[in-house]
Structures are given as structure tokens and as C-alpha cells.
């Protein structure tokens, strides 16, 4: 990332946010279940299977998370009436993690029953450390009822990755394996560019070897390399692996993979929380400068 660039990132809470809503527009897919199925669709044509997020962050109130339960509900059944290529994605702490484990359980099992009804897979992001240890109970509450039918995520940069992957039940696990995306301590995360990459190679392999299915979440050509190449040393059939990307980042390699027969997922998020998603996707384009300033020059 040059210098420039390096700058719009740390000021970007300071630009306005219609221009934010400009330049990460091909980050989101609008706000509303039209968009994101509309979105979808295309995605489903182009040979890409999906997974939807109803954007939102971490909630303060009960009665946030029951709206929020309440929006992917109306996602599963416009889901189930479309019969779109896709499953969801859900954020704990959007569900109530941070206030009550038991009350996210809660609501978890309420879009877990949906979800399951109508054969949509369902899997929780992992979020930042505070969140890990919660997850991973939930998730595995939720599997050993709901066997495959849902997932969890793990980051590579987390020192404890390796560990988690070691515990994980032994039948009908699924695991997206991504970098990870939160600002974590020395302590608890490698931090080194290199070392993620490592890690990540290490934790792919370890997965493999003991059965998992995984999604392999990554737009690093490097790790992208890597995977195939593992892929084709251990011989790993196509139902047990796919890859992932984010809806909007590096597009021409999503397709290639796909022209290449590889099974792609695109994460498609929507919803009228888009700003604090934005911001997370802009700081990681390694190109923002030129986009703020594409944006500024053509607002209006
Ligand atoms: P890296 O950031 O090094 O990017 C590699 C290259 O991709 C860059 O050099 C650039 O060319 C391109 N690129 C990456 N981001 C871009 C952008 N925004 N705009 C333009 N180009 C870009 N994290 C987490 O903590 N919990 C989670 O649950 C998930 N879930 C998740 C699902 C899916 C499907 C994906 C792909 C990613 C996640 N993540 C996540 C995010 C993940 O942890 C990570 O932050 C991003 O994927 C970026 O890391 P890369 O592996 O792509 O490498």
C-alpha cells in the first residue's frame, strides 16, 4: 500500500459518508431483499453458489438482536421461495453474544430450525477474541443437533487456530478458513504478513487431512496457489472444499477459478447497516486512494 493510500485509511471516519456509500457500493448488495436476491441471481448464473449476511454489528439491547432475528427470518422464507443457490451468515454478537450467551443460543436455534426446515445451511463469522469461545460453544451445540447443516469459521492469524482445528467434533464439520479481519493483541495473534500466510497453509492442510469440508476464504493469489496446490498433492475431491470470496473484491480471479471447475461461494452482505462493513472492506483495498478520489471528483 503506498503512502497516500495508507493515509485515506486512517482518515477515513473522516470522509463524508455518502462518498464511502459510493466507493463500497460494489462491496454491498443495496439494502433490501430485492437487491441482495437480484445479486444473487446473477452470482447463481455465473456459476457461483452464495452465502447471505443481513449487515449489523454488535448489538447493546435484547430487543435489537430480536429484530435482527426477525430480518433473517424474512431472509430465510424470501430464500425459500426463490430457491436461490445460497446459504446465510450470521454474526453472534448481532444475535446478543456480548449481553447472553444463552439468549444468542436462543435466537440461533430459532434460524437454525428455519434454516434447516428448507436445507439452507446456515454458518456463524467469527468475530473478534472476545466472541471465539462463545462461538465455538454455539456452533457446537448447534452441530451436534444439526450435524452439516451449519458452520463455523476460523481465522488464520489466530495463535489458537491450529488447537481449535485439533477439537473440532469428528463427523460433518464444516469450516470456512479465512484470515481474520479484527485488530487482535501479539499475544493471541501472529502479526507477521508471512506468518498469516503460514499459518494459514498449516491450518488448510490440517482440515484436509482430517475430512473437513472447507471454505477456502482468501483473495491472496499466494494462498490461492497454495490451496490448489494442496488440493492436488492430497488429492481432495470437490465435495470438500470451496473457495470464497467477498461480493466485489477481485473479480476477474473469482472467475477464473470457476472457468478452472473450482466450486465458488461469494459472500454477499445487504442492508441498510452497510457502514462499519464498508469501512472494513475499503481499509483492505489496496487501491483506496484512488477511489476516494474517483468518488470525490464525481459526486454530484
Ligand atoms: P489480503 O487482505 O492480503 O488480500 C489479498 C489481495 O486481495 C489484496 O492484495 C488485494 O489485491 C485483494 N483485496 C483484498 N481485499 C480487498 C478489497 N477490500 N478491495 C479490493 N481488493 C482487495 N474475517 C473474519 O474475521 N471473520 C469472518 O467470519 C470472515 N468471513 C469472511 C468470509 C469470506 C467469504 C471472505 C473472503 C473473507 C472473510 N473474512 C472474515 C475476511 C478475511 O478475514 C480477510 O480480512 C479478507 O478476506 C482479506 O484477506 P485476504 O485473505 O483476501 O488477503
Not at 453474544?97 to 434460524?111: K, P, Q, S, T, V
Request: proline share 3%; hydrophobic share 40%; charged share 25%.
Amino acid at each position: 500500500m503506498s503512502v497516500f493510500d495508507r493515509l485515506i485509511v486512517t482518515t477515513l471516519p473522516l470522509v463524508p459518508k455518502f462518498i464511502v456509500g459510493k466507493v463500497a457500493s460494489r462491496y454491498v448488495a443495496g439494502e433490501t431483499l430485492d437487491t441482495a436476491t437480484a445479486a444473487i441471481r446473477a452470482l447463481n448464473a455465473e456459476g457461483s453458489s452464495c452465502t447471505v449476511d443481513v449487515l449489523g454489528e454488535e448489538i447493546a439491547e435484547r430487543t435489537a438482536a430480536d429484530a435482527a432475528v426477525q430480518q433473517y427470518l424474512e431472509l430465510l422464507e424470501r430464500l425459500r421461495r426463490e430457491q436461490l443457490d445460497t446459504g446465510v451468515s450470521v454474526k453472534p454478537t448481532q444475535l446478543g453474544l456480548g449481553l447472553d450467551e444463552d439468549f444468542c443460543r436462543e435466537n440461533c436455534d430459532r434460524l437454525m430450525e428455519k434454516a434447516a426446515e428448507q436445507g439452507c445451511f446456515l454458518r456463524l463469522d467469527m468475530e473478534d477474541r472476545h466472541a471465539t469461545d462463545g462461538t465455538i460453544r454455539i456452533y457446537q451445540h448447534l452441530h451436534e443437533r444439526y450435524g452439516s447443516g451449519v458452520g463455523i469459521v476460523f481465522q488464520a492469524y489466530m495463535r489458537r487456530t491450529l488447537q481449535d482445528i485439533a477439537e473440532l467434533p469428528k463427523e460433518g464439520v464444516n469450516v470456512r478458513l479465512c484470515k481474520g479481519i479484527y485488530i487482535e493483541p501479539r499475544e493471541v495473534a501472529w502479526k507477521l504478513y508471512e506468518s498469516v500466510r503460514a499459518n494459514y497453509l498449516a491450518a488448510l492442510e490440517k482440515l484436509f487431512r482430517q475430512g473437513v469440508f472447507v471454505g477456502i476464504a482468501t483473495h491472496d493469489e499466494y494462498l490461492l496457489c497454495g490451496a490448489v496446490a494442496l488440493i492436488d498433492r492430497l488429492g481432495v475431491p470437490k465435495e470438500q472444499y470451496e473457495f470464497q470470496m467477498l461480493l466485489g473484491v477481485e473479480e476477474t480471479l473469482r472467475r477464473i477459478l470457476v472457468a478452472e471447475g473450482h466450486p465458488m461461494r461469494v459472500y454477499v452482505p445487504f442492508g441498510a447497516d452497510w457502514y462499519a462493513y464498508s469501512i472494513r472492506r475499503l481499509r483492505e483495498n489496496p487501491k483506496i486512494a484512488g477511489h476516494v478520489a474517483r468518488a470525490f471528483l464525481s459526486r454530484g
